[in-house]
């Protein structure tokens, strides 16, 4: 299975202060179809996941402007670029280039 | 809107089974395939398997194999997803999720295996 690592593991944000968070994957998530399958979710606080971020830097219906998407390969990156006492919660990212599709194992972000 | 809407919270004990149902509206069932995640306490999640609600094709996560058996009924657009001889370690809440991108979720649904 492809192991999916985030750091870091938890971050404390100011309002108004950008945050990142960066997802390595053990292989290469491009297809032969020439796309990228890596995803970002946000889980908010007794909520279920909601994707914010689709094929590596494609922002899904509805995600402000402030989340954006990046990387290459197996490297890639997730920032927001001011944060927002909304932003709370869990922030995944995910593989679906093969089966089974796999997680990180999660960046809680915090409100200063 | 499109959601899906899981059916309610329930409590096993070692050795039952749990069917969880998966009630998707606002959209066409057999356009989208339909996984199922799952979420123990403080873990990360969990992919278990996926159902092409179409033609009723299914993948399993290895680690489920012979416990887990997803299906669907096209006429009430409505996946399901059976877990057997549960134990302890499957308390979780579990998620449907719609398509390749999991774009909507159910709200989850709490299984609780306790003696």
């Known amino acids: 299975d492809i192991v999916m690592t985030q750091t870091p593991l938890s971050l404390s944000v100011t309002p108004g202060q950008p945050a990142s968070i960066s997802c390595k994957s053990s292989?290469?998530?491009?297809?032969?179809?020439?796309?990228?399958?890596l995803y970002w979710y946000l889980q908010k606080p007794g909520q279920p996941p909601q994707l914010l971020i689709y094929e590596v830097s494609n922002r899904f219906s509805g995600v402000p402007d402030r989340f954006s998407g990046s990387g290459s390969g197996t490297d890639f990156t997730l920032k927001i670029s001011r944060v927002e006492a909304e932003d709370v919660g869990v922030y995944y990212c995910?593989?679906?280039?093969?089966?089974?599709?796999?997680f990180g194992q999660g960046t809680k972000l915090e409100i200063k | 809107q499109v959601q899906l809407v899981q059916s309610g919270a329930e409590v096993k004990k070692p050795g039952a089974s749990v069917k969880v149902s998966c009630k998707a509206s606002g959209y066409t069932f057999t356009n989208y395939g339909m996984h199922w995640v799952r979420q123990a306490p403080g873990q990360r999640l969990e992919w278990m398997g996926w159902?092409?609600?179409?033609?009723?094709?299914?993948k399993y996560s290895q680690k489920f194999q012979g416990r887990v058996t997803i299906t669907r009924d096209t006429s009430a657009s409505t996946a399901y997803m059976e877990l057997s001889s549960l134990r302890s370690e499957d308390t979780a809440v579990y998620y449907c999720a719609r398509g390749r991108a999991m774009d909507v979720w159910g709200q989850g649904t709490t299984v609780t295996v306790s003696s």
């Open positions: 995910m593989q679906i280039i093969e089966l089974p599709p796999t």
């Open positions: 159902i092409n609600t179409g033609n009723g094709n299914t």
């Open positions: 292989q290469s998530l491009l297809h032969s179809d020439g796309k990228t399958y």
